[in-house]
């Protein structure tokens, strides 16, 4: 991508600043594992409680709870449109970072059963944990310019573009979401879901700040 086009999207800098520094390749291959774990362990926790989250992800709850579609597979192919806005918008770097996110995700998420067994879990508990889990990893992966595609892409493009905390729009979107829910899952189940989307997106309006941490360089 052209320098002008590129630099022009995501982290502008004055030009009386110093660009922040690049992660190297291994920092952001850590990071993209570890936000991707994070996030999809707390989507378990969504799943086996029977909550939703909203955005992509929510229509893919919603995909499996209507009609038995696996969250990892609805999830995958629910978020390959957005890649041409990353690209048109945000630049290579970046699509491929939150395609390699996205993959990992829609694998971890169906792998973690393997793993771990739920005997019992209390809804509201598990809206909590799971929605600060989800934060959390979407933090780090927009520290390391990546995210997990569909509104998360937009929500972050309006915020660098005017200013439009992505916390707050994400969460409007998520709210719309969680909405439609009311129509396959009982209220209990919603509420708690409502209280998961305030949580993660609390977590990430509190902690992504342009003014304290430039994640976004020249793609």
């Given at each position: 991508m052209a320098r002008g086009r590129g630099s022009a999207i995501l982290g502008r800098v004055s030009e009386t600043e110093s660009p922040a520094p690049?992660?190297?390749?291994?920092?952001?291959?850590f990071a993209i594992l570890v936000g991707t774990l994070f996030i999809s362990f707390g989507i378990v926790l969504f799943?086996?409680?029977?909550?939703?989250t909203g955005g992509t992800s929510g229509i893919a709850f919603l995909g499996l709870y209507l009609g038995g579609v696996p969250f990892g597979l609805g999830f995958f192919l629910i978020n390959l449109p957005?890649?041409?806005?990353a690209v048109m918008r945000v630049g290579w770097r970046f699509t491929v970072k939150t395609f390699c996110?996205?993959?990992?995700?829609?694998?971890l998420s169906e792998s973690h059963r393997?793993?771990?067994d739920f005997a019992r879990l209390e809804p509201f508990y598990a809206a909590v944990l799971g929605g600060l889990l989800l934060g959390m990893g979407f933090i780090v992966l927009f520290r390391h310019q990546a995210s997990l595609g569909g509104i998360n892409i937009l929500a972050l493009y309006l915020q660098e573009k005017y200013g439009l905390r992505a916390g707050k729009f994400q969460m409007a979107v998520d709210l719309a979401v969680l909405a439609a829910a009311l129509l396959?899952?009982?209220?209990?189940l919603v509420l708690a879901s409502v209280i998961g989307s305030v949580a993660m997106n609390a977590m990430i309006w509190v902690n992504h700040r342009r003014d304290r941490y430039v994640a976004w360089s020249a793609a």
């Open positions: 690049q992660h190297s390749l291994l920092e952001d291959v799943k086996q409680a029977g909550l939703l957005f890649y041409v806005l996110a996205v993959a990992l995700v829609s694998v393997y793993f771990i396959v899952v009982e209220w209990r």
